[in-house]
């Protein structure tokens, strides 16, 4: 079973179009996070949810929105997409106790054109 | 802004050599991790060291840490080219409820 699943592996979309990712853990972790991996690899964190309350923005623009119906799921609703968001996305998990490590989903591709 | 900085940002070595990769940060860390990811892949954790542990062994991975120099080292021994990845250093300032911080990543690739 996929600790960490997110669909779908690969999205590629027209500017100005609305799309969403989604993401299910299934290892009972109470903290879902949503990275950006840009082409040069960079890993950034845009989104941290603990027990269905965003913790952490991080400067992202409003044009992305986390939702998360339960604390299993934590989907990415991008609106108005731009050429700079294509990258790889990235769900994880973690438990929300010290010295633990995140469970990443396989990324989902995005590709606007 | 990225915590952590990876060096070499790539490394190239023979099949049964060691590789180190090294990452420095900048503020005070809870603990630091390393995770592995495979080319289209998403990133798989390796090792956790905390900040009040100076080494720590996983099978043929060493990682070593000195919050004094805000420095850690992944060794990895005895590589195979089952190994080429890109590896990340991973700070956790905070008990739970902060995020992991990704350094830049360093390439490795093993040649058979």
């Known amino acids: 079973d996929t600790a960490v699943s997110q669909t779908p592996k690969y999205l590629v979309t027209q500017m100005g179009n609305d799309k969403s990712i989604k993401c299910e853990q299934n290892l009972g972790h109470d903290t879902m996070y949503w990275y950006k991996q840009d082409s040069k690899k960079f890993l950034k964190i845009m989104f941290s949810y603990n027990n269905k309350e965003l913790i952490i923005n991080e400067t992202v623009p409003n044009r992305f929105s986390p939702k998360s119906p339960d604390k299993a799921h934590l989907n990415l609703h991008i609106n108005s997409l731009e050429l700079g968001d294509s990258a790889v996305y990235f769900c994880?998990?973690?438990?929300?106790?010290?010295?633990?490590?995140?469970?990443f989903g396989q990324g989902t591709r995005l590709t606007v054109v | 802004s990225q915590q952590g900085e990876e060096d070499p940002q790539a490394l190239s070595i023979q099949e049964g050599e060691n590789a180190t990769m090294n990452c420095s940060y900048k503020t005070s860390i809870n603990n630091l991790q390393w995770y592995r990811q495979n080319s289209g892949r998403g990133l798989v954790h390796l090792i956790l060291i905390r900040s009040n542990e100076r080494e720590k062994h996983s099978g043929r991975l060493r990682v070593t840490l000195d919050t004094s120099k805000k420095s850690s080292s992944l060794l990895i021994t005895a590589s195979r080219a089952a190994d080429t990845a890109s590896y990340f250093c991973?700070?956790?300032?905070?008990?739970?409820?902060?995020?992991?911080?990704f350094g830049k990543g360093t390439r490795l690739s093993v040649i058979a």
């Open positions: 994880a998990s973690s438990r929300v106790t010290a010295n633990t490590e995140a469970f």
């Open positions: 991973a700070t956790d300032a905070n008990s739970g409820n902060t995020p992991l911080v």
